[in-house]
């Protein structure tokens, strides 16, 4: 088996569009030797806790609304293309980020960190839930069968936020500025929201080397 760590924020819309393309790639490759790991890399560490309208944030990152639209437009299209149901439109709050890492972290816990990951995604990009939400993140933990009890619980501490950072600043030394970014048996790095053709030839040719 094969290492891929993922380095990811769960509100990154490229980084949506990276996993679906890799999904496929894996799908088309049912017999791949990856296993994953999910890594945080919060996009707005200074996020507030409660997160921001999401119209304001973007104007206010880019300039103005015009600079919005114009730095969303590749995003939309490439989006509308690879993942038709989304809807960015419905998106009304950019969240911090930090609980939705935590949850991540504990998913993996119990072998449940893509499930998870994948759960957050379609939560934001689909139905434009606020995944900073305790309420929100506890009801995706038990739609996927974690236990939403527990999940609030460790919430409302400081359970493993320490640690969090600790990651995502550790990543920043690495000289990681951006995600998505994929990591292959700890020596390749690939960023971007790679085709689905890429990782598909890396999957063969490691599969080749394999042989």
């Known amino acids: 088996m094969i290492k891929l760590d993922i380095f990811h924020d769960p509100i990154c819309p490229w980084c949506y569009i990276g996993k679906a393309r890799l999904d496929r790639a894996m799908e088309a490759r049912p017999n791949h030797q990856f296993v994953v790991e999910w890594h945080p890399f919060q996009l707005?560490?200074?996020m507030p806790a409660q997160g921001m309208d999401r119209r304001a944030y973007l104007e206010g990152k880019f300039g103005g609304v015009q600079g919005a639209i114009d730095a969303y437009r590749p995003i939309v299209?490439?989006?509308g293309a690879e993942l038709p149901k989304a809807d960015l439109g419905i998106i009304k709050r950019t969240p911090n980020t930090l609980n939705a890492h935590r949850l991540i972290h504990w998913a993996g816990i119990e072998g449940m960190?893509?499930?998870?990951?994948?759960?957050?995604?379609r939560a934001y990009f689909h139905e434009g839930r606020d995944i900073g939400d305790t309420e929100t993140l506890a009801d995706i933990a038990d739609s996927m069968s974690m236990d939403a009890s527990l999940v609030t619980r460790l919430l409302s501490t400081d359970e493993d936020t320490d640690m969090i950072r600790a990651r995502d600043a550790h990543?920043?030394?690495?000289?990681?500025?951006g995600v998505p970014l994929y990591v292959v048996?700890?020596?390749?790095?690939v960023?971007?929201?790679q085709a689905t053709d890429l990782w598909i030839k890396?999957?063969?040719e490691l599969a080749e080397a394999a042989d």
């Open 171 to 177: 990543a920043r030394e690495r000289g990681i500025s």
């Open 77 to 79: 299209e490439t989006m």
């Open 185 to 189: 048996a700890n020596q390749h790095a």
């Open 202 to 204: 890396v999957i063969d």
């Open 113 to 121: 960190q893509t499930p998870i990951v994948a759960a957050l995604y």
């Open 191 to 193: 960023p971007g929201a």
């Open 44 to 46: 707005n560490p200074d």
